[in-house]
Structures are given as C-alpha cells and as structure tokens.
C-alpha cells in the first residue's frame, strides 16, 4: 500500500522558515517524480513545486520562486520543501504528491499525502 505522509507543518512568524517533509513508502521514489501543492478552504488548490525523478530538474510557481526550494533524498524515500520568508499568503494545507510520468508538473498525480497545515502569523 502507497503512503505520502507530510510533516513539518506548523505556525510560524512572518519572516520566517519551515521545511515540510514528505516520506513514502509502498513505493520506489526514485521512479516518480513529486510534487507540492497547497490548498486554502474555498480556493482552488495550488502547484506550489515539483522535481524531476533524478532532483535534476525543479519547478516552482511564481509566487514561491526565489523563496522555496524542493528537494529530494531517494536513498531515504523522501522529498523536501525547504520555505523561507514566508508570509500570510502562503497559509495552507500542503500536499505532496507521486507522479509515475517525468514530464514536469501535472494536474493529475498518481498518490497523494494527507497533507500539513502551515500557518503564517503577522
């Protein structure tokens, strides 16, 4: 049975930093490529990043560039978000999630994780 369970969530200040994690098993991460979303209750859910099977190549939307970094170990079935100067906005549930295709970021994901809340205070 596939398993994406996130955690690193939590509440923090505006300005500053938490890394979500994501672990997996049931499956061989090296042969997926992932992804983060995030979605706010009443909004439609959100790519946040996503990184190509091998880490070699990454995707990030406008709003996070330059602030987040995904990342991902495979030897420990894991991927990483590493979010830095954060602010409101960017309060949410996150999601990571297992593709079986390398192609870059997609709607339509194979597995899907509980997900985490991220809360950003003022």
């Known amino acids: 049975q596939v398993q994406l369970v996130e955690s690193g969530g939590g509440l923090v200040q505006a300005g500053g930093s938490l890394r979500l994690s994501c672990a997996a098993s049931?499956?061989?991460?090296?042969?997926?490529?992932m992804g983060w979303f995030r979605h706010v209750p009443g909004q439609e859910r959100e790519f946040v990043a996503h990184?190509?099977?091998?880490?070699?190549?990454?995707y990030y939307a406008d709003s996070v560039k330059g602030r987040f970094t995904i990342s991902r170990d495979n030897a420990k079935n894991t991927v990483y978000l590493q979010m830095n100067n954060l602010n409101t906005e960017d309060t949410a549930v996150y999601y990571c999630a297992a593709d079986r295709f390398n192609w870059g970021p997609r709607q339509n994901y194979d597995y899907w994780g509980q997900g985490t809340q991220v809360t950003v205070s003022s």
């Open positions: 990184i190509s099977r091998g880490g070699i190549s990454t």
């Open positions: 049931g499956l061989t991460l090296s042969s997926y490529s």
